[in-house]
């Protein structure tokens, strides 16, 4: 059975520095790793989707890590603005296109 | 609008009644999902739909729930006798085709609060 898990459950930085936030899976046999940002009351906003053939996936102040054999990804938000306080969460899909999500990061950007 | 929207956003019902949440997704887009966040916990993985069919509802948790979809579109998620531990936020979202390496776009949730 999929296991999702997200280190740090909770992160406190100040602006400008750089945020990594670390997700881990148990079984390799992904077809993607997609990051979301929920912000509170709301649902969630796709950041980034890395297939399974991929390495790293970018978008803007965004980059996100993939090493299927180690069952690892990593979100690096560079230069953390107050707005980027959310939280985020990683999702693995099987090929049914199934999610199994971790428990999510909550992050906080103090100005 | 051009997200996925979902009605109500917020229902308080009492123990026992059945209540019916509603997710229109996005124009075009044939697959379909519903998750519930409870309190505390991570996001669930409920049902899928391809269309009007659903091959996979491994994560309904009991007989109360239910789901359909109509003409490609509108989702309906029925829970029958409501339990206390239905409390949630039930989220629906919808992407392309067939889903696996799409990204999948979320609605705002409706809040399920069961006295």
């Known amino acids: 059975k999929q296991e999702v898990t997200q280190i740090p459950a909770a992160l406190s930085v100040p602006e400008g520095e750089n945020l990594v936030l670390n997700c881990s899976f148990t079984?390799?046999?992904?077809?993607?790793l997609q990051w979301f940002r929920q912000d509170p009351g709301k649902g969630l906003t796709s950041l980034l989707l890395?297939?399974?053939?991929?390495r790293e996936q970018t978008s803007g102040r965004l980059n996100a890590s993939l090493d299927k054999s180690s069952g690892r990804s990593t979100l690096y938000i560079a230069a953390s603005q107050p707005g980027d306080s959310a939280t985020y969460l990683c999702?693995?899909?099987?090929?049914?296109?199934?999610?199994?999500f971790g428990a999510g990061t909550q992050v906080v950007v103090t100005p | 609008g051009a997200g996925v929207s979902q009605s109500p956003s917020n229902k308080v019902t009492e123990k026992g009644k059945d209540v019916e949440l509603r997710c229109d997704p996005i124009?075009?887009?044939?697959?379909l999902y519903w998750y519930r966040q409870s309190l505390g916990q991570g996001l669930e993985f409920l049902i899928y739909?391809?269309?009007?069919?659903?091959?996979?509802k491994s994560g309904l948790p009991s007989d109360r729930f239910s789901a359909e979809r109509t003409g490609g579109s509108v989702s309906t998620l029925t829970i029958q006798r409501t339990q206390q531990e239905d409390s949630a936020v039930y989220l629906c979202?919808?992407?392309?085709?067939?889903?696996?390496?799409?990204?999948?776009?979320f609605g705002d949730g409706t809040r399920l609060s069961i006295l």
């Open positions: 999702a693995v899909t099987d090929s049914w296109g199934k999610f199994q």
């Open positions: 739909f391809q269309g009007n069919s659903a091959p996979d």
């Open positions: 890395i297939q399974s053939s991929q």
């Open positions: 124009s075009g887009h044939t697959a």
């Open positions: 979202a919808s992407s392309l085709g067939k889903g696996v390496n799409q990204p999948q776009h």
């Open positions: 079984d390799s046999a992904i077809y993607n």
